[in-house]
T-cell receptor, first 113, second 115 residues
Framework: AQSVTQLDSQVPVFEEAPVELRCNYS??????LFWYVQYPNQGLQLLLK??????LVESINGFEAEFNKSQTSFHLRKPSVHISDTAEYFC???????????FGGGTRLMVKP | GAGVSQTPSNKVTEKGKYVELRCDPISGHTALYWYRQSLGQGPEFLIY????????DSGLPNDRFFAVRPEGSVSTLKIQRTERGDSAVYLC?????????????FGPGTRLTVL
């Protein structure tokens, strides 16, 4: 069985400040890790994913996440956020044995001017 | 190209009624998933199709829920004798082959409200 914990349900931050959204997972098998973003009134979109290789993965809009196997974490970071980053962010895992995604509860990022 | 589409976008029904929710996946995607997202929570897996067959239906909460994908493209999620607890956003996703490494592409969801 797999599970995902997002420790922060809401993260308020001022524009241009750095941010970290935390994600921890548990699994008895190797996993693939994903971050999805849901902008207001839109569907879920893939932000970035870790499959193998380099533990640091990046998105096209400046987010990055680092896979840490020993700490079973996949935290999402951005050095300087914009108002347009305001959204709900979901961490998810999948595994070879099961193709479905197991999601965390989500973190609402609120960027204030 | 066209993404995953879901109809209707909103459905309001009365307790005890039957509802059908439709999903049109991305053309050529063999894998199709249904998830349910309750307010303030992350999506929860319901069922996964590979082609026409349900490869994993372990997430369906009870026998009131059923889904089909008769021709390997469009899928319908069917809920009988709806209950207020069924109120949620129902999400559909598709991927190219159903591998764990695949990106799942999500539709906008159907918001179901059971009065």
């Amino acid at each position: 069985a797999q599970s995902v914990t997002q420790l922060d349900s809401q993260v308020p931050v001022f524009e241009e400040a750095p941010v970290e959204l935390r994600c921890n997972y548990s699994s008895s098998v190797s996993v693939y890790l994903f971050w999805y973003v849901q902008y207001p009134n839109q569907g879920l979109q893939l932000l970035l994913k870790y499959l193998s290789g380099s533990t640091l993965v990046e998105s096209i809009n400046g987010f990055e996440a680092e896979f840490n196997k020993s700490q079973t974490s996949f935290h999402l970071r951005k050095p300087s956020v914009h108002i347009s980053d305001t959204a709900e962010y979901f961490c998810a895992v999948s595994g070879n044995a099961g193709n479905m995604l197991t999601f965390g509860g989500g973190t609402r990022l609120m960027v204030k001017p | 190209g066209a993404g995953v589409s879901q109809t209707p976008s909103n459905k309001v029904t009365e307790k005890g009624k039957y509802v059908e929710l439709r999903c049109d996946p991305i053309s050529g995607h063999t894998a199709l998933y249904w998830y349910r997202q309750s307010l303030g929570q992350g999506p929860e897996f319901l069922i996964y199709f590979q082609g026409t067959g349900a490869a994993d239906d372990s997430g369906l909460p009870n026998d009131r829920f059923f889904a089909v994908r008769p021709e390997g493209s469009v899928s319908t999620l069917k809920i009988q004798r709806t209950e207020r607890g069924d109120s949620a956003v129902y999400l559909c996703a598709s991927s190219t082959s159903g591998q764990g490494t695949d990106t799942q592409y999500f539709g906008p969801g159907t918001r179901l409200t059971v009065l």
